[in-house]
């Protein structure tokens, strides 16, 4: 840990207390501890993404399924050192967004960055209700059709985070445990098939690809720019740093132990899932460990493995709905939304306006398109997003702050900015629909830049 000057008298009460707004309005609780907020991080990071886009990531790199969560892995790390020193210095909601405009102080650019990660979280989210409805949950039904299955599992989890944010973390603990279970059965599944003489170790060096060069770096990119679906989640965690005892303190050791425990955890899993099924079979498939379970040569009941992985991908769903509102509620603290956004239920001290706001939006994009597309969707927006926090991290070393912090080494986030831009570029080779729907969501913030400016400069707050 390093800091730039003493750290002040008051920080306790900056850091920890429940207060109130400056204008009497209810500010949000303070409910999260160091262990809870370990668990938020990893079960925010757990979920859709392993469980559900695994097969798409084997179609794209073939039996080496492993490499592309691997590169996943150590991207993620290079951009959450620039977030855990940045949340350090700044421990408010809103995130990059709250980043961005002190290190560059574009009041637009701050714009669609907030409007780029929010549209990730609700792509995630759709993403995971589409998971929901998928082949997990028609291994017990198949008579309900999946976009009202889907449109039912927005509503019922906005409802759970209407109630409050301890509520929804303690569920957040629940469902974490249950997704980790989940995959501790297929490490499980994959050491017996090792020692039983199982599996096919020969597939874990095979690329799709059956060119050199250009053709294998394009797709092992394009892998990784879609793996990387399962490692988002850690920037999700600074949005609740109003909501966290001493974020200072509990915010580094929670986001590096997250992110650790996720990317060891997902190479296992990729390795077990190649050493098993054969690509081609898990590409087919939106319930590629289901696939896993029944190959593995041991008795393990799949529908009890396809509730586990309902569960998972609940717990994805619900955590982003919960970022994206808390975004609308910090963006609308700083002005850049309406100051109506903010809105805080009395009782429960959740933001209700965001939340509502949000939920809707998420059920418009339910339709939009499938698992892949979603997933890739939501890699591709936050990637352009890490590049400019790296970036931030950078510029805002001149900035100093009254109370000790951690600061990351120099080199980290200059590879994190230039490892991220790699994979958000067309050398990451994604589909044409990933770049159309972005842009779609793009232009949305830019319509909704320019109607906001017209409200404010028509009703100017005083």
Known sequence: MSGSGPRPSTEKTETTATTE??????????AIGPKLLILFVIGDILGTGIYATTGKVAGKVGGALWLPFL????????????????????PKAAGAALYTQKAFKVPFLT????????CSGLSSASAAARAFSGDYFQEFTDAIPATLIAIVFIVALACLALRGVSESVKTNVVLTAVELTGLAIILGIGAWAVMSGDG????LTEFESSGTGYALITGVLGATALGFFAFVGFEDSVNMAEETKDPVRT???????????????YVLVALVSSLLVDHRTLEGSSGPLLE???????????????????????NSALINIMMASRLCYGL??????????????????????????????????????????????????LLCVFAVVNVAVLVLRKDRVGHAHFRTPTVLPVLGAL????????????????????????????????????FLKLRPEG
């Open 71 to 90: 590169i996943g892995f150590v991207v993620a790390l290079l951009t959450a050192a620039s977030y855990v020193e940045l949340v350090g210095k700044y």
């Open 111 to 118: 714009f669609i960055v907030a409007f780029m990660v929010m």
């Open 251 to 265: 915010f580094p050791r929670a986001i590096f132990i997250g992110v650790t425990v996720t990317g060891t955890i």
């Open 419 to 454: 490892t991220a831009l790699v994979l958000a570029s067309p050398l990451a080779d994604r589909a044409a629909e990933v770049y159309i729907r972005a842009g779609g969501l793009i232009g949305i913030g830019v319509l909704l830049w320019g109607l906001n400016k017209l």
């Open 332 to 381: 609308a603290n700083e002005r850049v939304l309406p100051k109506a956004m903010g809105k805080v239920l009395p009782r429960r001290r959740t933001p209700v306006t965001g939340i509502v706001f949000v939920t809707v939006l998420a059920i418009g994009l339910v339709s939009t398109g499938e698992i892949e597309g979603l997933g890739d969707t939501t890699s591709f927006l």
């Open 21 to 30: 707004e400056a204008d009497g309005s209810p500010s949000l609780k303070r």
């Open 200 to 203: 096919e170790p020969a597939r």
């Open 292 to 314: 896993v379970v029944k190959a593995g040569g041991v008795d393990f009941p799949p529908k009890l493995f396809a509730l586990i992985a309902l569960f998972a991908v609940t």
